[in-house]
Protein backbone atom coordinates (compact mmCIF):
# COMPACT_ATOMS: atom_id res chain seq x y z
CA UNK A 1 0.00 0.00 0.00
CA UNK A 2 2.41 2.31 0.90
CA UNK A 3 4.68 1.89 -2.71
CA UNK A 4 0.86 2.53 -4.32
CA UNK A 5 0.74 6.10 -2.18
CA UNK A 6 4.74 7.20 -3.35
CA UNK A 7 4.35 5.76 -7.62
CA UNK A 8 0.89 7.88 -7.84
CA UNK A 9 2.05 10.78 -6.25
CA UNK A 10 4.54 10.82 -9.05
CA UNK A 11 2.03 11.04 -12.15
CA UNK A 12 1.83 14.01 -13.61
CA UNK A 13 -2.05 13.42 -14.14
CA UNK A 14 -2.21 13.23 -9.80
CA UNK A 15 -1.67 17.12 -9.61
CA UNK A 16 -4.24 19.19 -7.94
CA UNK A 17 -6.85 20.86 -9.93
CA UNK A 18 -8.48 24.07 -8.97
CA UNK A 19 -12.18 23.24 -9.54
CA UNK A 20 -11.77 19.22 -8.06
CA UNK A 21 -13.43 19.27 -5.11
CA UNK A 22 -13.19 15.41 -3.36
CA UNK A 23 -16.47 14.59 -1.58
CA UNK A 24 -16.52 11.48 1.47
CA UNK A 25 -19.54 10.05 3.14
CA UNK A 26 -21.14 7.12 4.18
CA UNK A 27 -22.55 4.84 1.78
CA UNK A 28 -25.36 4.44 4.04
CA UNK A 29 -24.98 8.39 5.14
CA UNK A 30 -27.19 9.84 7.99
CA UNK A 31 -29.81 11.54 5.52
CA UNK A 32 -30.92 9.57 2.88
CA UNK A 33 -28.66 7.86 0.25
CA UNK A 34 -30.72 10.02 -2.58
CA UNK A 35 -31.22 13.14 -0.93
CA UNK A 36 -27.64 13.34 -0.41
CA UNK A 37 -26.44 12.51 -3.55
CA UNK A 38 -29.01 14.93 -5.19
CA UNK A 39 -27.53 17.68 -3.20
CA UNK A 40 -23.96 16.90 -4.64
CA UNK A 41 -24.96 16.54 -8.13
CA UNK A 42 -27.35 19.84 -7.99
CA UNK A 43 -24.07 21.98 -6.25
CA UNK A 44 -22.41 20.63 -9.58
CA UNK A 45 -24.63 21.97 -11.98
CA UNK A 46 -25.05 24.87 -9.85
CA UNK A 47 -20.77 25.28 -9.63
CA UNK A 48 -18.70 24.37 -12.40
CA UNK A 49 -16.89 22.45 -10.07
CA UNK A 50 -16.16 18.14 -10.41
CA UNK A 51 -17.61 17.44 -6.56
CA UNK A 52 -16.21 13.97 -7.20
CA UNK A 53 -17.44 10.56 -4.70
CA UNK A 54 -16.18 7.29 -4.96
CA UNK A 55 -18.79 5.44 -6.29
CA UNK A 56 -19.08 8.11 -9.45
CA UNK A 57 -16.68 5.87 -11.44
CA UNK A 58 -16.60 1.96 -11.65
CA UNK A 59 -12.38 0.55 -12.07
CA UNK A 60 -11.34 -2.90 -12.34
CA UNK A 61 -8.02 -0.85 -10.78
CA UNK A 62 -7.86 -1.05 -6.75
CA UNK A 63 -10.24 1.42 -4.74
CA UNK A 64 -7.63 2.75 -2.78
CA UNK A 65 -5.77 3.48 -6.14
CA UNK A 66 -8.60 5.45 -7.15
CA UNK A 67 -9.64 7.26 -3.91
CA UNK A 68 -5.82 8.47 -3.54
CA UNK A 69 -5.42 9.78 -6.82
CA UNK A 70 -8.85 12.04 -6.11
CA UNK A 71 -7.54 13.15 -3.19
CA UNK A 72 -4.10 14.17 -5.06
CA UNK A 73 -6.07 16.04 -7.52
CA UNK A 74 -8.48 17.64 -4.72
CA UNK A 75 -8.25 21.70 -4.01
CA UNK A 76 -10.19 20.64 -0.97
CA UNK A 77 -11.81 17.91 0.62
CA UNK A 78 -14.69 17.78 2.26
CA UNK A 79 -15.41 14.71 5.10
CA UNK A 80 -18.69 13.45 6.11
CA UNK A 81 -17.43 12.25 10.07
CA UNK A 82 -21.40 11.68 11.35
CA UNK A 83 -20.93 8.41 13.29
CA UNK A 84 -17.29 7.27 12.63
CA UNK A 85 -17.78 5.98 9.14
CA UNK A 86 -13.94 4.07 9.15
CA UNK A 87 -13.54 4.74 5.50
CA UNK A 88 -14.42 8.28 5.86
CA UNK A 89 -11.59 8.59 8.90
CA UNK A 90 -9.28 6.81 6.49
CA UNK A 91 -9.49 8.96 3.60
CA UNK A 92 -9.66 11.86 6.21
CA UNK A 93 -6.10 10.83 7.66
CA UNK A 94 -4.52 10.66 3.98
CA UNK A 95 -5.57 14.07 3.03
CA UNK A 96 -4.79 15.90 6.17
CA UNK A 97 -0.75 14.21 6.20
CA UNK A 98 -0.13 16.13 2.38
CA UNK A 99 -1.66 19.21 3.75
CA UNK A 100 -4.89 19.30 1.88
CA UNK A 101 -7.25 21.76 3.03
CA UNK A 102 -9.91 19.67 5.00
CA UNK A 103 -13.35 20.45 5.93
CA UNK A 104 -15.53 18.26 7.86
CA UNK A 105 -19.65 17.93 7.90
CA UNK A 106 -21.87 16.05 10.88
CA UNK A 107 -25.34 15.77 11.38
CA UNK A 108 -26.84 17.36 14.20
CA UNK A 109 -27.11 15.29 16.78
CA UNK A 110 -25.56 12.38 15.63
CA UNK A 111 -22.00 11.00 17.14
CA UNK A 112 -18.91 12.83 16.24
CA UNK A 113 -15.65 10.57 16.13
CA UNK A 114 -13.71 13.77 16.69
CA UNK A 115 -15.29 14.59 20.50
CA UNK A 116 -14.50 18.36 21.22
CA UNK A 117 -11.01 18.17 19.80
CA UNK A 118 -10.17 22.11 18.34
CA UNK A 119 -8.42 20.67 14.94
CA UNK A 120 -6.74 23.09 13.63
CA UNK A 121 -6.26 21.36 10.02
CA UNK A 122 -10.37 20.75 9.29
CA UNK A 123 -13.08 23.12 10.17
CA UNK A 124 -16.14 21.30 10.88
CA UNK A 125 -19.77 22.08 9.54
CA UNK A 126 -23.26 21.24 10.99
CA UNK A 127 -26.63 20.36 8.90
CA UNK A 128 -29.81 18.86 10.39
CA UNK A 129 -31.35 18.14 6.51
CA UNK A 130 -31.17 17.64 2.93
CA UNK A 131 -31.93 21.81 2.78
CA UNK A 132 -29.64 22.99 5.25
CA UNK A 133 -26.61 20.40 3.75
CA UNK A 134 -27.53 21.89 0.73
CA UNK A 135 -26.88 25.71 1.72
CA UNK A 136 -24.06 24.97 4.59
CA UNK A 137 -22.09 22.69 1.50
CA UNK A 138 -22.55 25.74 -0.82
CA UNK A 139 -21.74 28.54 1.87
CA UNK A 140 -18.44 26.69 2.38
CA UNK A 141 -17.68 25.97 -1.78
CA UNK A 142 -18.03 29.47 -1.87
CA UNK A 143 -15.81 30.40 0.49
CA UNK A 144 -12.87 27.61 0.31
CA UNK A 145 -13.01 26.92 -3.27
CA UNK A 146 -10.13 28.29 -4.95
CA UNK A 147 -11.80 28.48 -8.19
CA UNK A 148 -14.59 30.18 -6.98
CA UNK A 149 -12.54 32.49 -4.68
CA UNK A 150 -10.66 33.02 -7.85
CA UNK A 151 -13.22 34.55 -9.75
CA UNK A 152 -14.01 36.81 -7.13
CA UNK A 153 -10.44 38.31 -7.48
CA UNK A 154 -10.72 39.09 -11.07
CA UNK A 155 -13.40 40.54 -11.42
CA UNK A 156 -11.90 43.40 -9.37
CA UNK A 157 -9.32 43.39 -11.46
CA UNK A 158 -11.31 44.15 -13.78
CA UNK A 159 -12.98 47.02 -12.60
CA UNK A 160 -10.41 49.50 -14.20
CA UNK A 161 -11.94 49.29 -17.73
CA UNK A 162 -15.03 51.67 -18.04
CA UNK A 163 -18.04 49.81 -18.28
CA UNK A 164 -21.07 50.34 -16.86
CA UNK A 165 -21.18 47.29 -15.19
CA UNK A 166 -20.87 45.85 -11.54
CA UNK A 167 -17.86 43.95 -9.87
CA UNK A 168 -20.95 41.49 -9.05
CA UNK A 169 -22.17 41.22 -12.58
CA UNK A 170 -18.46 40.60 -13.90
CA UNK A 171 -17.85 37.93 -11.15
CA UNK A 172 -21.58 36.19 -12.52
CA UNK A 173 -20.02 36.76 -15.90
CA UNK A 174 -17.02 34.90 -15.13
CA UNK A 175 -18.59 31.95 -13.25
CA UNK A 176 -21.32 31.78 -16.32
CA UNK A 177 -18.18 31.46 -18.94
CA UNK A 178 -16.74 28.68 -16.73
CA UNK A 179 -20.06 26.56 -16.12
CA UNK A 180 -20.06 26.70 -20.08
CA UNK A 181 -17.07 25.49 -20.46
CA UNK A 182 -17.44 23.05 -17.51
CA UNK A 183 -19.85 21.39 -19.22
CA UNK A 184 -19.05 21.35 -23.00
CA UNK A 185 -15.47 20.74 -22.85
CA UNK A 186 -14.97 24.31 -24.45
CA UNK A 187 -16.58 28.14 -25.70
CA UNK A 188 -16.23 30.25 -29.11
CA UNK A 189 -16.01 33.73 -28.10
CA UNK A 190 -19.63 34.58 -30.17
CA UNK A 191 -21.17 31.99 -27.53
CA UNK A 192 -18.92 33.93 -24.78
CA UNK A 193 -20.76 37.35 -26.22
CA UNK A 194 -24.39 35.75 -26.27
CA UNK A 195 -24.03 34.94 -22.67
CA UNK A 196 -22.17 38.41 -21.02
CA UNK A 197 -24.32 39.95 -23.95
CA UNK A 198 -21.87 42.48 -24.90
CA UNK A 199 -18.93 41.62 -27.04
CA UNK A 200 -16.61 44.36 -25.61
CA UNK A 201 -17.23 42.75 -21.97
CA UNK A 202 -17.14 39.22 -23.01
CA UNK A 203 -13.61 39.82 -24.45
CA UNK A 204 -12.63 41.22 -21.70
CA UNK A 205 -13.94 38.17 -19.43
CA UNK A 206 -12.17 35.71 -22.16
CA UNK A 207 -8.70 37.30 -21.98
CA UNK A 208 -8.46 37.99 -17.90
CA UNK A 209 -9.30 34.02 -18.01
CA UNK A 210 -6.66 33.26 -19.83
CA UNK A 211 -4.19 35.96 -18.45
CA UNK A 212 -5.16 33.62 -14.83
CA UNK A 213 -4.14 30.68 -16.61
CA UNK A 214 -7.89 29.46 -16.23
CA UNK A 215 -8.47 29.24 -19.96
CA UNK A 216 -6.36 28.81 -23.43
CA UNK A 217 -7.55 29.16 -27.06
CA UNK A 218 -6.84 26.45 -29.48
CA UNK A 219 -7.56 26.91 -33.29
CA UNK A 220 -7.56 30.40 -35.05
CA UNK A 221 -10.36 32.59 -36.84
CA UNK A 222 -13.73 31.03 -36.85
CA UNK A 223 -12.67 27.46 -35.65
CA UNK A 224 -10.98 29.39 -32.82
CA UNK A 225 -12.20 27.74 -29.53
CA UNK A 226 -11.26 28.64 -25.57
CA UNK A 227 -10.40 25.05 -23.44
CA UNK A 228 -9.48 24.90 -19.94
CA UNK A 229 -5.84 24.72 -19.35
CA UNK A 230 -4.54 21.52 -17.44
CA UNK A 231 -5.42 22.60 -13.86
CA UNK A 232 -9.31 22.49 -14.45
CA UNK A 233 -11.11 19.69 -14.97
CA UNK A 234 -14.74 19.38 -16.54
CA UNK A 235 -17.78 17.50 -15.05
CA UNK A 236 -17.55 13.84 -15.91
CA UNK A 237 -13.60 14.22 -14.96
CA UNK A 238 -12.43 10.62 -13.73
CA UNK A 239 -9.56 9.51 -12.25
CA UNK A 240 -9.10 6.40 -13.42
CA UNK A 241 -9.50 7.36 -17.28
CA UNK A 242 -5.58 8.60 -17.42
Known sequence: MARLFEDEKQHQDNKPRANFIFMAYPFAPPISQDDYNAVVRDLQTEYPLRLWYFLDEVTTQELMRKIWRAILRADLCIFDI???????????????????????????GEKNP?????????????????????????????AKSSALRLFYDISYNMRHDAFNI???????????IIKYVFMNKNISKPRAVEIVRD??????ALNALRDADVLR????????????NDNWTHHDHEVTSS
Open 82 to 108: SNGNANVAFELGLATAIGKPCITLLKT
Open 114 to 142: LGNADLGYSERAEYASRESLRAKLSQLLS
Open 166 to 176: TREQDEQNLRA
Open 199 to 204: EKRATA
Open 217 to 228: VEGVRKAARWVF
